[in-house]
């Protein structure tokens, strides 16, 4: 089993036929992703290496059943295609697009929470079962099929560790972007809890960094609610105050956000905090051994 993306995925990519939108789209269809569908206004009845392209998120669904849409539309129309995914009736929504300002986010973030549907991203690298489907931009070579869920803020490092896992012989089951901004869909807590509930995810990876409260809100989760054991990572210790570091929600505010506290709040609930990926990847095979 995995969580959000399997053999069931039948994809939409909006924003198809721009250069980053078609070519991440046909990687992933060369992974072995069900990509059904791609979206660009105006351009109904063209292709993309065999794949239909739609005026409308609307039009692809009802044609093809799609239920995964996959966003590349440029910062400035990007919410608008957020909204567009969401009324489509699609159960998951990926946005690969950074840039999109905070204020616009945080209204589709209002929107969101009134139904179900799951949104990852923005400004994430996407989501990989390993073997199954991918969705997104990640390097599909550095993941292999397993039983550890990752979920991270941080793109290269969601790339690094999962490659350190692999030197290990340790999989995944399924990896999880979920982006750097300030105001994004999915939260730690919302991802690890879609672990927990997965009888195929024996433990779980969390790789967090520097700005905001968000792993110390998972650590209280963790504690309270988790079964499945979790190792983590924070990326930041050497980072200076008050500078912001990468990601657009990577800034740390007077004492707030620093990767120490965030350590100490991850090592107070029972989590094992790694220096560096390597570190983690050692926890992880200590823990499952």
């Not at 989501?127 to 099929?145: D, E, L």
């Not at 803020?153 to 290990?168: A, M, V």
């Not at 990896?175 to 195929?200: C, K, L, N």
């Not at 905090?273 to 570190?279: A, L, R, S, W």
């Amino acid at each position: 089993m995995s969580i959000l993306v399997d053999e069931g995925t039948r994809l939409v990519v909006q924003g198809i036929t721009g250069r980053e939108g078609a070519f991440h789209a046909t990687r992933n269809k060369a992974y072995g992703t069900n990509v059904v569908a791609g979206v660009t206004p105006g351009k109904a009845g063209q292709d993309v290496e065999g794949i239909p392209v739609f005026n409308t998120v609307r039009d692809a669904v009802e044609e093809t059943q799609a239920n995964t849409a996959m966003v590349f539309v440029p910062p400035r129309f990007a919410a608008d295609a957020l909204y567009e995914a969401l009324e489509s009736g699609v159960d998951t929504v990926v946005c690969i697009t950074e840039g999109i300002p905070a204020h616009e986010m945080l209204r589709v973030y209002t929107h969101l929470k009134r139904g179900q549907q799951v949104l990852v991203g923005p400004n994430c690298p996407g989501i990989i079962s390993p073997g199954k489907a991918s969705v997104g931009i990640m390097p599909t070579q550095v993941f292999s099929p397993g039983r550890v869920g990752l979920v991270s803020r941080s793109g290269t490092l969601t790339y690094q560790i999962s490659k350190e896992l692999g030197d290990l012989g340790i999989g995944q089951s399924t990896v999880v972007g979920i982006g750097g901004d300030p105001v994004v869909g999915s939260s730690f807590i919302d991802i690890i809890s879609r672990f927990e509930a997965d009888p195929d995810t024996d433990l779980v990876v969390m790789v967090g960094e520097i700005g905001g409260a968000e792993e110390e809100k998972a650590a209280e989760y963790i504690a309270e609610h988790m079964q499945t054991p979790v190792v983590a990572y924070i990326a930041g210790f050497q980072a200076p105050p008050g500078k912001q570091m990468g990601h657009a929600g990577a800034i740390i505010t007077g004492s707030s956000g620093t990767a120490q506290a965030k350590k100490e709040a991850l090592e107070a609930k029972g989590v094992k905090v790694g220096t560096n990926p390597t570190e983690v990847a050692r926890f992880v095979k200590e823990r499952l051994q």
